[in-house]
C-alpha cells in the first residue's frame, strides 16, 4: 500500500492484482503478484520480465491452484 500511495520510486516491487488476461499467461479476473512499478497512485505491470522454466513452472502451479479455488466457489457467486 505504501508503494502504491507513494510510489516505488522506479524500483519493481511485487504486487497481488487483478490480472486483466495479457500478462505472464495468468487467466483474467484472479489476483495474482505482478512485477509492478507505482507512481502517481497508480501501478503499472512490468512487460517481459524473463521467467526461468523453474519459475514458469511454479508459477503455472499457483496459476491452476487459484483457477481450481475460483471454480469452486462458482455456485456461490
Do not use: H, Q
Amino acid at each position: 500500500m505504501r508503494d502504491w500511495e507513494y510510489g516505488s520510486n522506479g524500483r519493481w516491487v511485487s504486487m497481488g492484482v487483478y490480472s486483466d488476461g495479457t500478462k505472464y499467461n495468468i487467466p483474467a479476473g484472479i489476483v495474482f503478484g505482478f512485477p509492478i512499478i507505482c507512481e502517481g497512485g497508480k501501478f503499472k505491470i512490468i512487460d517481459n520480465v524473463p521467467v526461468s522454466a523453474e519459475s514458469r513452472a511454479r508459477l503455472d502451479v499457483t496459476r491452476d491452484e487459484l483457477l481450481g479455488e475460483r471454480k469452486a466457489v462458482e455456485n456461490l457467486l
